[in-house]
Each structure stands twice: as C-alpha cells, then as structure tokens.
C-alpha cells in the first residue's frame, strides 16, 4: 500500500520560509509527476508547484520566485521550499503523485497545515 507523509509545515511570520517534504513509502513505481496543492478555509484546491519525471517544473502564478519544487528520485521525496511567504499563502498543503498501477493513479498525502501571520 503506498503511503504519502507529508511534514514541514508550521506558523510563520510574513516574509519567512518554511520547507516542506513529502515522502512515499509502500510499492509506488514509474511516478510521472510530483504535485503541491493547497486549500484555503472556504476556498478550492490549487495547484501550487509541480515537477515531472524529466524534471519539468509548473507553478501557480501567486507563488512564482517565491517557493521552488524539487525531488528527489532515489527517495521518492519532493519539497517545496516557500520563501518570502504572505498570510495569502494560509492553507493545508497536500502532496500528490501521479503513479502508473495498471491505470494511471492519483496518491494524496494527509495535509500539513502552513500559517502566516502578518
């Protein structure tokens, strides 16, 4: 069973960093694209970064030059350093691999929660 953990996430003041990992564990095999999403209370799921297994990277508008997505293939772990970060940016923050297993799979992790205050 493939298991996404996310961790990293925290309170920070306006301006700060905070970097945040995601790990897969279980039999996850031929991972095509490693995603960051976040929601906002009231708001819906946004993409905010994702890099594909050639190592393409895609940002949301709101946070590009401001966090980067990176992974790394031998640990099946992505990040998502968020610098110069903005109460705007208050939300849960899940992971998401896209995985073929027979058909291609979405995996989510649990959330982690990241907060601004300014």
């Known amino acids: 069973q493939v298991q996404l953990v996310e961790s990293g996430g925290g309170l920070v003041q306006a301006g700060g960093s905070l970097r945040l990992s995601c790990a897969a564990s279980?039999?996850?095999?031929?991972?095509?694209?490693m995603n960051w999403y976040r929601q906002a209370p009231g708001k819906q799921r946004e993409l905010v970064a994702g890099i594909t297994s050639g190592g393409t990277t895609n940002y949301g508008d709101s946070v590009k030059g401001r966090f980067t997505i990176s992974r790394d293939n031998a640990k099946n772990t992505v990040y998502l350093q968020m610098n110069m970060l903005k109460p705007e940016d208050t939300a849960v923050y899940y992971c998401?691999?896209?995985?073929?297993?027979?058909?291609?799979?979405?995996?989510w992790g649990q959330g982690t929660q990241v907060t601004v205050s300014s």
């Open positions: 279980g039999n996850i095999f031929s991972i095509v694209a």
């Open positions: 998401n691999f896209k995985a073929w297993r027979v058909v291609l799979t979405d995996y």
